[in-house]
């Protein structure tokens, strides 16, 4: 069984593609299809916190059942954010870092923490 600690970003990739590939579905992952995939993905992931406090959504992580359904479509969302770096040939490593990077420069942690905005007073 795959694991976090050991499994690589390429090895998932790698998964996804296959998978893919065995099907001959390549004809049908245009970027334009898995970006509207993906966000459709991500709408089936929000319909599991609609309507809940916040206490409520934390609360999921002690529900097995719950936490199997979010765990799958936190798992689509994952594939076709993987199917498209794979369609569009991008190391997906280094768009995060280069990611991370600008958010460390637009978020500074003496200005946002515990906080989401510079002008908010945590009040």
Request: proline share 3%; aromatic share 8%; hydrophobic share 40%.
């Given at each position: 069984?795959?694991?976090?600690?050991?499994?690589?970003?390429?090895?998932?990739?790698?998964?996804?593609?296959?998978?893919?590939?065995?099907r001959?579905?390549?004809?049908?992952?245009?970027?334009?299809?898995?970006?509207?995939?993906?966000?459709?993905?991500?709408?089936?992931?929000?319909e599991?916190?609609?309507?809940?406090?916040?206490?409520?959504?934390?609360?999921?992580?002690?529900?097995?059942?719950?936490?199997?359904?979010?765990?799958?479509?936190?798992?689509?969302?994952?594939?076709?954010?993987?199917?498209?770096?794979?369609?569009?040939?991008?190391?997906?490593?280094?768009?995060?870092?280069?990611?991370?990077?600008?958010?460390?420069?637009k978020?500074?942690?003496?200005?946002?923490?515990?906080?989401?905005?510079?002008?908010?007073?945590?009040?």
């Amino acid at each position: 069984m795959m694991d976090d600690s050991k499994t690589t970003i390429g090895q998932l990739r790698e998964m996804v593609q296959a998978f893919v590939d065995r099907r001959d579905w390549r004809q049908f992952h245009s970027p334009k299809n898995l970006a509207m995939s993906l966000a459709i993905e991500a709408a089936e992931l929000m319909e599991h916190f609609q309507w809940l406090t916040v206490e409520q959504s934390r609360d999921v992580a002690d529900q097995p059942e719950k936490l199997a359904e979010v765990a799958d479509e936190l798992a689509d969302v994952l594939c076709y954010a993987l199917a498209m770096a794979n369609e569009l040939g991008f190391d997906l490593s280094s768009a995060v870092e280069s990611k991370m990077a600008k958010n460390e420069s637009k978020y500074p942690a003496d200005e946002y923490r515990g906080r989401y905005g510079p002008e908010d007073t945590g009040t």
